[in-house]
């Protein structure tokens, strides 16, 4: 049998247990034959639900007090499980009428079980229903953020950012700010912290490029993780002066980052996309050029290389 409909029957067996009389049936319409039926014939009746709580009662129960336990009455049953109990004195009732009201309630009975049958199955199926739509839902979203993002760092993989990159060229959109990022000394964190420091060192990078993109209102930001340890960011219709305080936040952001191990230094190259006809990948041929321009600044820095080894001797 199928798995989905194993645990749908699983499911219709154990759920009747969270059901009261109200979820099944309309209680004013089932109150409504139990008076006729005092009325007319003069039985007596009273309704509890499974663990004997009185829903409704047409004549004298004064003193009676349900035993659902030890004795409980007529039981309405739901997929084997027991929902609710109705208790009958049929002391009043004409001796010549007892086997037709006794039909009657009997009737009655199997009325309000097939009724509470069906009501509850509809009630699952489309409970279970909208549960596996959800499901469906999600897996889809989960198949394609896979397809598009790199499951590191939630940002965009090198083959989805670059067609986001032709999007924009083909939409002519300017102008664009073209950023070269990428992480100084990774291989050297690699190598002496091992995978599981690298790695979080990259994620640090990514959670900070996406930060700086947030704050600074960059909705339509596109980030993608293009090698190991370089990230390319296109920022369309931003100017070049903001385009500029975004990257020294992000650098910012890197130095001002504690940790007792990871230093998140970035080199950063930054221009700006105004001519339609002017190829994106020359223009982050020039963006490359600049970050390492900016590398090189970086590392040739007075103390950078302590800063970069501060971790060693805590290993």
Same mark, same amino acid.
């Given at each position: ?23 099944? *049936? ?14 007319? *014939?003069?039985? %007596? !009746? ?6 004997? !709580? ?32 109705? /208790? ?17 309630? %009997?009737?009655?009975? @199997? ?8 009501? /509850?199955?509809?009630?699952? $199926?489309?409970? &279970?229903?909208?549960?596996?739509? +959800? ?6 979203? $989960?198949?394609?953020?896979?397809? $598009? ?17 032709? +999007? ?51 909705? %339509? ?29 992000? $650098?910012?952001?890197? %130095?001002? *980052? ?21 190829? &994106? ?13 900016? @590398? ?20």
């Amino acid at each position: 049998m199928n798995k989905k409909k194993i645990a749908f029957a699983e499911r219709l067996e154990q759920n009747s247990k969270n059901y009261f009389p109200k979820d099944l *049936f309309d209680l004013e319409a089932a109150g409504a034959f139990l008076e006729n039926m005092h009325t007319v *014939f003069g039985l %007596d !009746t009273l309704m509890t639900d499974r663990h004997g !709580t009185v829903i409704l009662s047409f004549g004298n129960f004064d003193g009676f007090v349900p035993d659902v336990k030890n004795k409980p009455g007529n039981k309405i049953r739901v997929m084997g499980r027991t929902v609710c109990h109705i /208790y009958i004195k049929s002391e009043n009732v004409a001796e010549a009428q007892r086997d037709a009201v006794g039909a009657l309630l %009997d009737a009655y009975r @199997k009325t309000l079980e097939g009724f509470s049958g069906k009501s /509850y199955l509809a009630s699952e $199926q489309a409970v &279970y229903i909208d549960e596996l739509e +959800q499901q469906v839902e999600k897996d889809a979203y $989960q198949v394609k953020y896979s397809e $598009q993002n790199d499951p590191l760092t939630g940002v965009l993989n090198r083959n989805y950012f670059m067609s986001r990159m032709r +999007q924009l060229a083909e939409r002519e959109v300017v102008p664009t700010a073209v950023i070269c990022v990428n992480i100084n000394d990774w291989k050297f964190f690699d190598s002496q912290f091992g995978e599981e420091e690298s790695d979080r060192l990259v994620l640090t990078v990514a959670n900070i490029l996406q930060d700086k993109a947030r704050e600074a209102g960059f909705a %339509d930001a596109v980030i993608g993780r293009v090698e190991g340890d370089v990230f390319h960011v296109l920022l369309p219709l931003v100017e070049e002066d903001e385009a500029k305080r975004y990257c020294a936040r992000i $650098q910012e952001a890197c %130095d001002t *980052f504690e940790d007792a191990i990871l230093v998140p230094s970035v080199a950063v190259g930054c221009v700006m996309h105004i001519n339609v006809e002017e190829s &994106y990948r020359d223009a982050f041929s020039d963006a490359e050029y600049a970050m390492f321009e900016n @590398k090189f600044e970086i590392k040739n820095a007075p103390g950078y290389r302590e800063k970069i080894e501060k971790g060693i001797n805590k290993k």
